[in-house]
Structures are given as C-alpha cells and as structure tokens.
C-alpha cells in the first residue's frame, strides 16, 4: 500500500466535517484515512494508482455520500517528502515577515511562465512540474497572493502552507 494525500479545493470546517470527508475516502476503499487539520487535507493509503484515479474515486466518494464535491489533487507522501527536502523556497531572499505557500495543480501550467510573477508583497517564485511556490508578506489588503494565483492559474488548483504541507507529507 502506497500512502497519499488528497488536498481538497475550498473545505473549510463550516462546509464540511472532517469525519465525514474520513468516511468518504473509507467508501472509495482507501484505508488508514485521517484528517490533517480541519483545511481539506486527507492523508490514506491506497494501492499504488494514477492521481488522476484515484482524484476521481474521492469525488466520486464526496458526490455519492456528501450530494457535493470538492475539487481533489492528489500527491503521495513520498513526492511530498521530495519537494521539501528540496526546498525551492531556500534560494531566495525572503522578507522576514514571508509567509511560504505551495498552490497544487493537476496539471502544468501551459506555456513558460517569466518568473518571478509580482503582485503588491505576492511573488510567485517558482514553478516545478505541478507545483508552485509563492511567497507573501500578509497585509491589510487581504489574501493578495490568491488573487495572484487564480490570475496566474485559474481556479482548478490548491494552496497550503509550507508548514501544513510539512505535516501532511508525515500524516
């Protein structure tokens, strides 16, 4: 058994209980479900599979039990582990203050991308496969970085912390 994490696009506590989404996952036959945190992020293990599958089992597992779904990107622990070991984050020059997010795609961006992408204190610092790493210093305006994002890469995607991240890929 092979272990993953589902990051759900748009979960928070008041739209969705964390058992309930533990219950989807357990019908769609992953075993060893938990939740990490209360942000959408589901930790289980499955037999070694396609994302894209096994991102259709749990929407599909959300639809039959919930009437809704949330939008899935699957990654395995193991990936996950890669990505922050390599930290993408280290070979820049951060403010202090520098929030660290990673925004999960299904797919790569199309087409090159001219790197760095500033919006206010939002800076898109890289790009690698799948995954994106921004970093931005929180302000009054509000999430300014999501507003970079969704410009940059529309909506079919999902943002973490840096530390969540961290505790997924261990969950």
Known sequence: MKRYVAFLR???PMNAKMAELRRCFEAAG?????TVLSSGNVAFSARA?????LERRAEAAMAKRLGRTFQTIVRSTQA???MLDADPFARFRLAAKAKRV???ARRPP???LSLPIEMDDARILAVRGREAFI????????AVFMTLIEKTFGKEV???TWETVKKCAVA
């Open 110 to 112: 199309r087409g090159k």
């Open 80 to 82: 996950l582990r890669e």
């Open 102 to 104: 990673v925004t999960f």
């Open 158 to 160: 999902t943002t973490r």
């Open 30 to 34: 992953f075993t060893d479900v938990k």
């Open 135 to 142: 970093a931005y210093v929180p302000s009054t305006r509000g």
């Open 10 to 12: 748009g979960v928070s």
């Open 49 to 53: 599979a396609s994302e894209p599958a």
